[in-house]
């Protein structure tokens, strides 16, 4: 089972990314999906999490800027990034408290670099 994350890349102050990870593998269910930041030399922080039944939850530094969403057949998760400031710049992983046959495992996705120039 593994996560795969994609979507980043350069964007403009101001500018929009949308970022995608998909779960793949033997999957029973997917609990809590999330996305995490972590910027150079700092450590690695919650951005946004979103249940199984679409509740959500944000950072209050991307509230009213971020939207996390999920795709529960495709076992995807989002987040769309509107308004994008410097301050953005991380690479972004994405985490998920899966299900599987016999168990349950906590994923990270590889991470994908984000960068908003000024």
């Known amino acids: 089972v593994q996560l795969q994350a994609s979507g980043g890349g350069l964007v403009q102050d101001g500018g929009s990314l949308r970022l995608s990870c998909a779960a793949s593998?033997?999957?029973?269910?997917?609990?809590?999906m999330a996305w995490y930041r972590q910027a150079p030399g700092k450590q690695r922080d919650l951005v946004a999490t979103?249940?199984?039944?679409?509740?959500?939850n944000y950072a209050d530094s991307v509230k009213g800027r971020f939207t996390i969403s999920r795709d529960n057949a495709q076992n995807t998760v989002y987040l769309q990034m509107n308004s994008l400031k410097p301050e953005d710049t991380a690479v972004y992983y994405c985490?998920?408290?899966?299900?599987?046959?016999?168990?349950?495992?906590?994923?990270w996705g590889q991470g994908t670099l984000v960068t908003v120039s000024s």
């Open positions: 979103i249940t199984s039944d679409g509740s959500t």
């Open positions: 593998g033997s999957i029973v269910s997917i609990n809590t």
């Open positions: 985490h998920a408290d899966v299900i599987i046959p016999y168990g349950r495992t906590r994923l």
